[in-house]
């Protein structure tokens, strides 16, 4: 694939995101809004258990199979996590390991349900992940290439279905124009900068995981380019 055509690969992947996830937010509304926060607490109980089955969405459109995706996360997650519990067990006094995650098919569900499905699930086994990771101190980053005005929103998904949350960043006016991975490279250095060793960078296009910034990287399927 040549280079033109990947970026214009990336930019309808995005673009699909961004006016899906748009859309939800028109439907939603009127619904009562919540303040953003620039850390928010880890949820104080587990969310209900995430359903077995998706009713459709972009990935049902294209013929995704929601089982094999799911089958094939799983060997990714069952991966990082015996590498997330070592890094933790050597990790030197003092240190502020952190975990940045993409959001759309990475962290939520977002191309197995339809737009208007609210909130939209989280990955389970990413979710799982997280929460543990959180509860032995880690710093969990969300970094999305999803339009500021849709910040609020964000947040309450991630939140209202379990995910601790020490960070969200999105691309405000400046960062629309910037290629996802040059935007994505550079908040994780900012994270860096704030003090945090990135110890897992987790995404599913390689937008999320190119540029460096962290120890070690775990790509999810995206099956071509398929998933957003």
Do not use: C
Request: no cysteine; hydrophobic share 40%.
């Amino acid at each position: 694939m040549t280079p033109m055509r990947r970026a214009h690969t990336r930019t309808t992947r995005t673009t699909r995101t961004v006016m899906g996830t748009a859309a939800a937010a028109a439907v939603l509304a009127l619904a009562p809004a919540t303040a953003a926060h620039a850390v928010t607490k880890a949820p104080a109980q587990a969310p209900a258990a995430v359903t077995a089955w998706a009713p459709g969405g972009n990935a049902a459109i294209l013929g995704i199979d929601y089982t094999a995706w799911q089958r094939d996360v799983a060997a990714v997650v069952g991966a990082a996590r015996p590498y997330v519990e070592q890094r933790l067990d050597s990790s030197p006094s003092g240190e502020k390991p952190a975990i940045v995650l993409d959001i759309d098919n990475s962290s939520l569900e977002t191309d197995f349900h339809w737009f208007w499905t609210n909130p939209t699930p989280a990955i389970a086994p990413v979710l799982d992940l997280t929460r543990y990771a959180n509860a032995r101190g880690v710093a969990v980053f969300f970094v999305t290439a999803r339009p500021g005005i849709l910040y609020s929103l964000t947040e309450r998904n991630l939140t209202s279905v379990g995910y601790p949350v020490s960070g969200l960043y999105v691309r405000d006016l400046p960062n629309l124009f910037s290629q996802v991975s040059a935007y994505k490279t550079a908040k994780r250095a900012e994270i860096e900068n704030r003090g945090y060793t990135i110890i897992a960078n987790i995404g599913n296009n390689e937008s999320d995981l190119v540029g460096g910034h962290a120890e070690r990287t775990f790509k999810l399927p995206d099956y071509g380019g398929k998933l957003s």
